[in-house]
């Protein structure tokens, strides 16, 4: 019975000894395999980090519009970080199709809490894809309006016109009525005055034409247009059309509106109230 009891007794040390042995020997191996791990995690970060500083710098940079060149070069950073997290897994031995199933079960429930951001993201791919503007054009939408800073995977960024920094979701602009002010080669200035009945017509007319003769900016096609649009009541209604290239809009409908108001003016000319009306088409 006793030598029964003393094999029992070597099986349980031999066995509790191995038990040790295998989970010291288990975490020695895990151990050096997080610190190969992280090692490789703080090395990749460091490349990624500079390939995001040099990239956009780099001469291949300069020949990327610069409408997707954001969004290119933050999509080629995200991959990066995603090939080294895949990498810092297959290192700690974890199993990568298990870890690719627990991605799915949880980008299902990820993507039902974070539909706007989902939203958001499909909103910039189709900004880029239609272009309904460019990074540099002057955009209204609601009641934003402003130049076009970067076009980003959630948000447009705008800057406007008295410097501040606007961001817009792309979701929501996507489904936004857009007006792009620099889309095409040239604008038309609409400028509109209303005068007094008692005014001469020509004589007027004659007024408006001395203030746009001469001025560079001022294109010869389309012509010119001078003349009465409207009759009021206690009123007449002039408009000047002009058409100009699109960078000099702002140039020429200051300069214009300026003229005018010094040249009526001068000729004592009489307004039914002291507004003058502009309209911007």
């Not at 975490?27 to 500083?53: D, H, P, S």
């Not at 209204?140 to 076009?148: C, F, H, M, R, Y």
């Not at 705008?158 to 996507?174: C, F, Q, V, Y």
């Not at 020429?252 to 309209?279: C, D, G, H, M, Q």
């Amino acid at each position: 019975m006793n030598q029964v009891e003393s094999i029992e007794n070597e099986i349980r040390v031999w066995s509790f000894q191995n038990f040790g042995n295998g989970l010291a020997l288990g975490f020695t191996r895990f151990l050096g395999k997080f610190f190969l791990a992280l090692i490789v995690f703080l090395i990749g970060r460091f490349v990624i980090k500079k390939l995001g500083q040099i990239l956009p710098k780099t001469p291949i940079s300069g020949k990327i519009d610069p409408t997707v060149r954001n969004f290119f070069f933050k999509t080629i950073i995200l991959c990066l970080y995603l090939i080294l997290g895949i990498s810092c897994v297959s290192i700690l031995g974890i199993p990568i199709a298990s870890i690719i199933t627990l991605l799915a079960s949880a980008g299902v429930a990820i993507g039902l809490a974070l539909q706007g951001s989902l939203s958001n993201l499909a909103g910039g791919i189709m900004l880029l894809l239609f272009r309904p503007f460019r990074v540099g054009n002057y955009i209204k939408t609601g009641t934003e309006e402003g130049i076009v800073q970067e076009i980003s995977i959630f948000y447009t960024i705008i800057l406007s016109a008295d410097n501040k920094r606007i961001s817009i979701p792309n979701g929501t602009l996507m489904n936004a009525n857009i007006i792009n002010y620099s889309a095409e080669r040239f604008r038309r200035v609409d400028l509109v005055y209303q005068l007094s009945r008692d005014e001469d017509v020509e004589k007027i007319k004659g007024y408006l034409h001395s203030c746009i003769q001469g001025d560079e900016l001022v294109r010869k096609h389309p012509e010119p247009f001078v003349g009465l649009s409207a009759v009021g009541r206690d009123y007449l209604e002039f408009s000047i059309r002009l058409w100009v290239d699109t960078e000099s809009y702002w140039t020429l409908y200051n300069r214009v509106n300026e003229k005018v108001a010094i040249k009526l003016a001068k000729e004592n000319v009489l307004f039914p109230s002291t507004n003058i009306k502009t309209i911007q088409s």
